[in-house]
């Protein structure tokens, strides 16, 4: 009696758990999934627990809410059948081939803009010389002149510059900057001296004959003296006080043989040769630099380059004793042992570059010109005769150095730069460039297997990790939207 009327007691306290409620679940789990007929059947097992009392109202309708919850997101189990989550595996899979993509085409557009033409990274063209105050060499405390032992520095009246380029050629100042630049940094005299071509020697001599050189004028004048700088894949040689319309023909032997990437020796003296005829002088250039070893090649710089010995049969008129801040002392011993003048050169090719080295020429004056600057025939008979010394100054002490600003236009370049891609999947060697339009070693081409094979370790890793992140998250997630889901449902 007693059970039977605790029976009825709770069914009448529990009117919540009546068959409209079942109805209800029954109807909702239809239009979540009307065709699942096991989803159906287990509604209806809850629903009969939940009318009869087994198991008590709270764990009937936790599982019903569960059961509501895979139905609604269709991860029905079935008996017999392997759980696959099937729109999971595609969706990493999508995820993968997108990736893939991706990559493929940023690499391709990344190879493909290497070799676009870009603009600089630096504006040297914004670079003022005209800033600066003229040096006064004589006042650098670290400055030596090599050999003082005929007079000192008073014997000495012309501070020259051997070699310089412009953007004529492969320098990054104009014509006029480098005379600009002569001028700050103590020189009264400037060789501009481009690769195959005299059109940057034309155009800085227009320019210092119209800015410093004026009649009556009080300020310092400043000499150009043109040349070119032969340039092949064995030598290098600086052919200086040309005259401005000269040109390479083959046509008679006292002119230049057109420049090839590899001259015989007979073309090399035939090039020196023509040089004196037409009032030159032929100097050779940076041996330590020619005859470095160019990575990453066993061979020098400039293969084939002819000796000393050689050169001096050929009738050299000197050599480049200090190059930038290279003191090239073997060539410099020779040259005292051959009476050859003693000569420097900066090289100048970059806006930031300052000369180390200044070439002193002492050029006879006679009293009536006592106040005329020497001119470029002095200069030249000078230099033939070994009136010449240098002075050397390796640090940089009592020199301003002037930094050209970036270049704002190369912003949108410099990610292309960093993401060098082509440099990590691959390597091209050509070597030195002749500027005859060939390069100097043998091309060599090689694909980096190792960095590739890393590169595409890493992007799957990184995708894997990517996909357990991915799948935590959301997990939980999901378990977030099922504790939303299931607390609003009212059974």
């Known amino acids: 009696m007693a059970n039977g009327d605790a029976a009825r007691d709770y069914g009448r306290e529990t009117p919540l758990y009546s068959s409209r409620p079942q109805e209800d679940s029954r109807a909702t789990l239809r239009e979540d999934d009307g065709d699942d007929e096991e989803s159906i059947a ?6 009969r627990r939940l009318r009869w009392g087994i198991g008590g109202p709270s764990a009937a309708r936790r599982q019903l809410q569960r059961l509501n919850f895979r139905n609604r997101f269709g991860n029905v189990a079935r008996p017999g059948v392997r759980q696959v989550d099937v729109f999971s595996v595609t969706g990493s899979l999508l995820r993968a081939l997108q990736l893939a993509l991706i990559l493929t085409t940023v690499i391709t557009i990344l190879i493909v803009l290497k070799y676009a033409d870009k603009p600089r990274r630096d504006l040297a063209a914004a670079v003022d010389y005209k800033t600066l105050p003229k040096l006064d060499v004589s006042k650098l405390k670290n400055a030596v002149l090599w050999d003082d032992a005929a007079g000192g520095r008073e014997r000495y009246n012309v501070l020259l510059e051997m070699h310089t380029h412009t953007t004529h050629s492969d320098g990054e100042l104009t014509p006029e900057q480098v005379v600009d630049w002569a001028v700050a940094y103590g020189f009264n005299a400037v060789v501009v001296s481009d690769h195959q071509t005299l059109s940057g020697a034309r155009a800085a001599k227009e320019y210092a004959d119209r800015t410093y050189n004026l009649p009556n004028s009080t300020g310092p004048g400043i000499l150009v003296i043109p040349a070119l700088e032969y340039t092949t894949c064995r030598i290098h040689l600086s052919l200086i006080g040309l005259p401005l319309n000269s040109t390479f023909t083959a046509s008679s032997p006292h002119l230049f043989p057109p420049p090839t990437a590899w001259p015989t020796n007979a073309q090399l003296k035939q090039v020196i040769t023509a040089t004196h005829l037409l009032g030159g002088l ?34 050299i008129d000197g050599f480049e004793s200090l190059h930038g801040t290279t003191l090239d002392l073997p060539t ?12 420097s050169a900066t090289d100048l090719h970059s806006a930031s570059e300052i000369p180390h080295g200044w070439t002193v020429v002492s050029v006879p004056v006679s009293p009536s010109s006592s106040s005329a600057p020497p001119n470029q025939e002095q200069i030249l008979e000078a230099i ?11 640090t940089d002490e009592g020199r301003t150095v002037l930094y050209p600003p970036e270049n704002p236009k190369y912003d949108k370049w410099a990610i292309v730069q960093a993401l060098d891609v082509a440099s990590l999947f691959y390597k091209e060697d050509k070597g030195m460039y002749s500027f005859t339009g060939e390069f100097c070693h043998p091309r060599r081409f090689r694909f980096r297997a ?7 370790g890493w992007m799957v890793g990184g995708w894997l990790v990517y996909e357990v992140v991915r799948g935590l998250v959301m997990w939980c997630l999901s378990s977030w939207i099922m504790e939303k889901r299931t607390g609003r449902i009212r059974l």
């Open 42 to 47: 287990g509604s209806s097992t809850i629903s």
């Open 282 to 315: 032929a100097i050779a250039n940076h041996l330590p630099w020619s005859l470095a070893t160019q990575p990453p090649y066993q061979l020098p710089t400039l293969p084939n380059h002819p000796t000393r010995d050689q050169l001096l049969a050929w009738g």
């Open 332 to 343: 410099l011993r020779f040259s005292q042992k051959h009476d050859l003048p003693l000569l």
């Open 384 to 394: 033939k005769n070994g009136e010449t010394t240098f002075l050397y100054d390796p």
């Open 450 to 456: 190792g960095r590739i094979g890393w590169f595409l």
